[in-house]
């Protein structure tokens, strides 16, 4: 049953858009080669994740300026894989759920747990498309 549940997390942030990365190789190989703007979206299993963090993904995805690419890990389940694209959130303590848009493989913004929890999914929604007009081109402009 638990990983019936845990599949349903991961599919979640799959519809929303996001490349599934399951491993150190799968991190590295969407970031060091990553040109333009790549959201990570760190996915858990709290209530915050389920509640907040997904739905929010999915609204944000429907904004006019989006990341070039999305890809997620999942923190407590692919482990070394999670670890791994923290290591690329410089300066950044381990947060999950959380977000971090890099460009061209470098951090330019992160969204912690704590910007997250007790939150609405429309401040967070509003959190992430703020980062995606500052940071990424508009769908209108492509």
């Known amino acids: 049953m638990y990983d019936i549940l845990i599949q349903q997390m991961r599919d979640e942030v799959k519809r929303a858009g996001a490349q599934e990365l ?7 190989a969407s ?23 997904r739905p929010a993904l999915a609204k944000a995805m429907n904004h006019t300026a989006v990341p070039d690419k999305v890809v997620t890990v999942f923190a407590g389940q692919d ?9 690329y959130f410089d ?24 910007q997250i929890e007790g939150h609405s999914v429309d401040q967070v929604v509003q959190r992430l498309t703020g980062t995606f ?6 769908r209108e402009k492509q």
Do not use: W, Y
Request: charged share 20%; net charge positive.
């Open 31 to 53: 970031i060091l080669n990553s040109k333009g703007t790549l959201l990570v979206v760190v996915n858990s299993v709290c209530g915050c994740a389920a509640g907040i963090s």
């Open 91 to 114: 300066n950044q303590p381990p947060s999950s759920p959380s977000f971090a848009l890099l460009r061209d493989g470098k951090l330019v913004e992160m969204i912690h747990r704590h």
């Open 22 to 28: 399951r491993s150190p190789e799968d991190v590295d």
């Open 79 to 87: 482990k070394e894989a999670t670890a791994r694209a923290r290591s």
């Open 133 to 138: 007009d500052m940071n990424c081109i508009s």
